[in-house]
């Protein structure tokens, strides 16, 4: 990303984070379809540092299995007591091998810090020729942060926790957002000095500031405007807070690049997701994982696409769906399931109240309503009528059923698999088919209509019914066209 790419970025995660109230570690709660830690080491990683730490302690085999899977790139240090931020500086430092340049300490519950600011605060630190800079912020309301403490000449003297802070310090609105840029011998000769004589007895990692400057180093400071940058997800109200303004920052992200969003507010997009120009995403839409979308296709209202990919020009309306392909100019919805293995070709149709999972459905055909369809091809043109069930399972296994191009199967088929229906074939309404149609075939698989003339007038004698039927009868008579009609008979 530049050329003075920092020597190591440590990421400090080992905390329990209690606030949240959870048996999830803090960091492994998630806003934008990443967890915290994963917005952390994302933006760290960009950075390209020979060395990309997370210092970890409680939940540790969960966060480090976790970033195993999300950052191979990162190594898990684990501190085994939480002694302070100090503490766990010295712990990841001590798993390095000796650094020279710049080392990045940022945390692992700030998910809007960005690469850029990140980048930004690198440069700082290097115009300003500084042994310690640190990314700071001024707040309204400071409660809690650790104050930035200037002396007359407006240099950095010290960071005061709030906790040891007198009347005068506490009222100072420059806080510490716990990022920073060390120069790596200044770090570790600055480590090595901390005691925990203060009012927590921990090691602090902000009294590198105080030994640095005593020390005669280079010590500087960037305050941050955009504060949300460095605000971190101490409980479930700011872990709401940012994925909002997360999310915010996506769709405006998205409408600068050609997106239309017609209710930015109720439109909840991943970080991963990507979405084309052109594309309309209607109210109530939630794009999450790896969610694709192609210029030109409308998904909304009311849409929840997970690991989703639809092609340029569908339309998708009121549909949930998990890892389909939706192929371009396809239409699904409303109220459509579509599960993962499902691909449906270009133009084709999954209609109102239509299930799929692991259905090959070929262009243009047609599965318009009402209908379940599980482990299917469906060729070219095929047409599925309303209310069709692939009968897929029989409480053992699930077997397949494949139907060719441009046949048409009747409303309320049950299709019971396995099974093969050819080419260019029909299957009438209301048929259970269980043996293979062969192309060009009708297969009519239903019972026979039976009609009991005169039941009505011996069976339901004196209802309204019977009253209609003797009605009708007489009116038959007295009009012999209308004794044509089959049937008429009372
Ligand atoms: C810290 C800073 C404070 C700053 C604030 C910004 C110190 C002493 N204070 O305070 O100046 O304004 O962050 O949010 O550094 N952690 C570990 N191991 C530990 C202790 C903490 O990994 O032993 C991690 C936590 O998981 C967390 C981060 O370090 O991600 C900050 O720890 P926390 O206890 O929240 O520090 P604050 O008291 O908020
Ligand atoms: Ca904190």
Redesign the pocket.
Known sequence: MSPDRPAAVVV????E?TRMKSSIP?VLHAVGGRTLVHHAVAAAGALDPDHLVV?V?HGRDEVTAHLAEVAPKAAAVV?ED???????TQVALAALPPLDGTVVVT???VPLLTAEVLQGLLDAHEVQGNDVTILTAYLDDPT???RVLRGDDAAVVA?V?QKDATEEQAAVRE????VYAFDAETLRACLARLDTDNAQG?L???DVVAHAVADSRRVGALPVTDTWAVE?A?DRVQLAALHRELNRRTVERLMRAGVAVVDPATTWVDADVTVEPDVVLEPNTLLRGTTHIAGGATVGPNCLLVDTQVGAGAQVVNTTSYGAVVGPDATVGPYTYLRPGTRLGRGAKAGGFVEMKAADVGDDAKVPHLSYVGDATIGEGTNIGAGTIFANYDGVTKSATTIGRHSFVGSDSVLVAPLEIADGSYVAAGSTVTDRVGPGELAVARGTQRNVSGWVARRRAGTRTAQAAQAAAEAAAADPRAGDKKGSGA
Do not use: R
């Open positions: 400090l995660a080992a905390g984070g803090k210092v302690g501190q939480q002694l302070g931020t100090g503490h766990a945390y692992g519950d809690g942060y650790g960071v926790e806080v510490n957002s716990g921990e602090y990692l902000t971190g101490n």
